[in-house]
RNA sequence: GCCGAUGUAGCUCAGUGGUAGAGCAUUCGAUUCGUAAUCGAACGGUCGGCGGUUCAAAUCCGCCCAUCGGCUCCA
């Protein structure tokens, strides 16, 4: 019987790749989802004559376009869209651009009855207000630009994906509008790659692939957002652990524990529990009276007052600064239901979290260190697609604690490290703490979606508001600079991330299965298990498959279980005290002496790199 | 929290008002096997939960829970 091998994909390689830009590189590609959202909202208003239009821009993998309307938008609905959508097309409307006065502009709005068009040219400060016009039929106040004509758009190369509630102006407390998402190409070619890759994307889900490696779970008995962790799992999460922690004594952290919960008085000297009282599990209170008097215990949604805590317990000499005190410290936090999802964002999570406890003229080394530690271990862990955010406050809020002197002292701070490493960055206003800057680094999942993981934080405010104190060498009271910093961020969202960056495919050090022994026939099994000894001595982890199956069968399981090196047993190998080695990157490698196996998977080991 | 969709065996999924199904997994038996599925049998389900409509509900309706997509939020 001829077997096709089912990991080899069938490529044509005389087919060239299609590329697939994101909107922002591609001028036709603006153009052409510009001008599709706008036939797409010729296409709902003329089969919904009720729903009212308001924006609908390109996005970097479509567009979309939200509408104010009474009923939602059904799945049926959108086919209808579409087909009315390909009507517009073929009629080959031309697009006509058109310069008013916003007074002019103004009139014809307010004959159209479009409340939100009124509010978006209020907005508009410049003159004068630009329409389009979608033949003599349809039109909407717009920027541009556009394609010349909506013949120019190919109606097999776009698809209308779902629909979405959407908050007019993004603002909660607003109207909620039906959005429908959208996409558009130049050709079905195109938009068939596009859906291809949607599909591969779906494949790298942690969600999915957690599942089917058996790494971690969610059950309802426990609750919404808290992951229960298997041994497969929790090895991964030790391994992480173990690899970071020692990194951190090299680096002269300090290992602390703190308990997960205290007295909500301490998060309230700290400000988290006026800022995010909401957000966190409710208090525990012995009584109804302790209840009134918000005095009772919560569980921890940040572990920084507790080191503060441990810095209080002593006078501290600026000798011993900096202090950096270092724990994998589980939080609580009660996530909008709305908001969970997978690893990436749960209720319950462990943060590789340091406080840093240092004197203003550290500030700006120490930070660069941390930085250089983060980058560090990102680079361990081979993640490159990042960037680097400068979160700094939003000028207009007040949510902010502490003067402004110490927020523009600690704003420059990050800005002058990140200009002395010359790391690429952006700024970010209205993404700080509510107590001090951030340096964060964002990683996108799977499905495109941004979840920030590292993040390094000035913070001179706790320690203004903790009284933190260390004496000088001349002898006065002097007040320490804290940095909040995680290269990982949470335990489970970087784990979310990597399985998705790595596909399942941990590298060496980091699978949990390491080496899987197939023993061709249960004669072989007893030397098998011998193999598997010596090399757990070595700390290499290693198992033997117990299943009984067939060859085919167990090299099959042992594929589909992501296992980095397989390690076949027959006759010849235990004859020859070898080991028929075939690795999951590179397939079959022949008979390989036992020393010489574990000798190579020590290395890799140690190297981080490749068995 | 809001809008929408989904929820059937451990997993992946069929089943549109009339006695709950398949494949895989598991267990048992046979097979002792050489690089992605050996054969056979058995086991396995308050059809997410509660309530309603109906002679009859996995199927129709309501509420709740959970998951998924999006919005808002994210110390």
Redo the contacts with the bound molecule.
């Keep these: 019987m001829v ?5 080899v994909e069938q490529n044509s390689p005389s087919a060239a790749p299609i590329s697939l830009p994101r909107t922002s590189e591609s001028e036709t590609l603006k153009k052409i989802r510009h001008t599709t959202s706008h036939v797409m909202a010729m296409a709902v208003q003329r089969l919904f004559p009720k729903a009212q239009v308001t924006i609908g821009p390109w996005i970097e993998s479509g567009f ?1 376009y939200d509408f104010d309307s009474p009923e ?1 938008f ?2 049926a609905d959108l086919k209808a869209i579409k087909k009315e959508m390909v009507k517009i097309i073929n009629k080959k409307l031309p697009v006509i651009r058109e310069e008013v006065t916003r007074d002019e502009a103004r009139r014809r709005i307010e004959a159209l009855g479009e409340p939100y068009k009124l509010e978006i040219l209020d907005d508009i400060k410049t003159e004068p207000i630009t329409l389009y016009h979608l033949g003599d039929q349809w039109w909407d106040l717009c920027a541009g630009p556009h394609v010349e004509s909506t013949a120019d758009l190919n109606p097999k190369a776009i698809e209308l ?7 007019w102006r ?3 407390n607003r109207q ?1 509008l ?2 429908i ?1 959208g996409t558009a190409w130049e050709t079905p070619e195109q938009l068939a790659e596009y859906k291809r890759r949607k599909e591969e994307a779906l494949k790298r ?1 942690h ?2 692939l957690g ?2 490696l058996g790494l971690f779970l ?1 059950a ?1 008995a426990v ?3 808290l992951p229960l962790w298997t041994p497969k799992g929790t090895l991964l999460r030790s391994l992480l652990e173990d690899y970071l922690k020692k990194e951190q004594v090299a680096r002269g952290y300090l290992p602390v524990v703190s308990p997960h919960i205290a007295r909500v008085d301490l ?1 309230k000297v700290s400000g ?1 529990w006026q ?2 009282k909401e ?2 599990f409710p208090m525990m209170a012995e009584d109804a009276e302790s209840a009134a008097a918000e005095q009772g215990f919560v569980l921890k ?2 572990n ?1 007052p507790f080191h503060i805590q441990i810095y209080k317990n002593q006078l501290r000499s600026y000798r011993e600064l900096p202090m950096r005190l270092a724990e994998f410290g589980t939080v609580y ?10 690893l990436t ?1 749960v209720r319950g999570f462990t943060v590789d979290d340091s406080h840093l406890f240092v004197r203003p003229d550290q500030l700006a080394d120490e930070f660069l260190k941390v930085v250089d530690l983060i980058l560090s271990v990102f680079g361990d862990l081979q993640l490159k697609n990042f960037k680097a955010r400068l ?1 700094f406050r939003d000028p207009a809020s007040d ?1 902010y604690i502490g003067s402004d002197e110490a927020w523009n002292k600690a704003e420059s701070a990050i800005r002058n490290a990140v200009a002395t490493l010359g790391m690429e960055s952006f700024e970010a206003p209205g ?5 001090g800057p ?1 340096l964060d680094f964002i990683f996108r999942d799977a ?3 941004e979840w ?1 993981l590292g ?1 390094v ?1 000035v913070d001179y405010n706790l320690p203004e508001r903790f009284e933190l104190e260390y004496v000088a060498e001349d002898g006065s009271r002097q007040r320490p600079v804290m940095i ?1 910093r995680a290269p990982f961020g949470s335990l489970e969202r970087l784990i979310g991330i990597l399985i998705e960056e790595y596909a399942g495919d941990f590298p060496f050090w980091l699978a949990p299965v390491q080496v899987r022994l197939l023993p ?5 099994r007893p030397f098998a298990e011998e193999v598997v000894a010596q090399m757990r001595l070595l700390g290499i982890r290693a198992e033997v498959d117990q ?7 167990i ?3 042992a ?2 279980e992501k296992v980095p090196v ?1 390690a ?6 235990v004859e020859n005290n070898a080991l ?3 690795t ?1 990157s590179a ?2 490698l ?2 390989i002496a036992v020393a010489t196996v574990c000798d190579r998977a020590v290395a890799a080991n140690q190297s981080r790199t490749n068995f």
């Design positions: 077997q096709q091998p089912a990991a979309y939602p059904t799945e994906e779902t629909v979405a509630g959407a908050y993004g603002d909660a909620q039906q959005r998402y889900d969600r999915k599942k089917e969610f309802d609750g919404p957002g998060f988290h800022n995010y957000d966190m949604p940040m920084c936090r009660y996530e909008q239901s709305g908001e969970l999802g997978g964002r979160s949510k993404e700080a703490a509510f107590y951030k499905l495109e979606r920030q993040t934080q909040h061709v026939g249960d004669d072989f299943s009984g199956d067939r060859l085919g069968k090299v099959r399981t594929e589909k397989m076949i047993v027959g006759a010849q190998e028929s080695v075939r999951r397939g079959d022949g008979a």
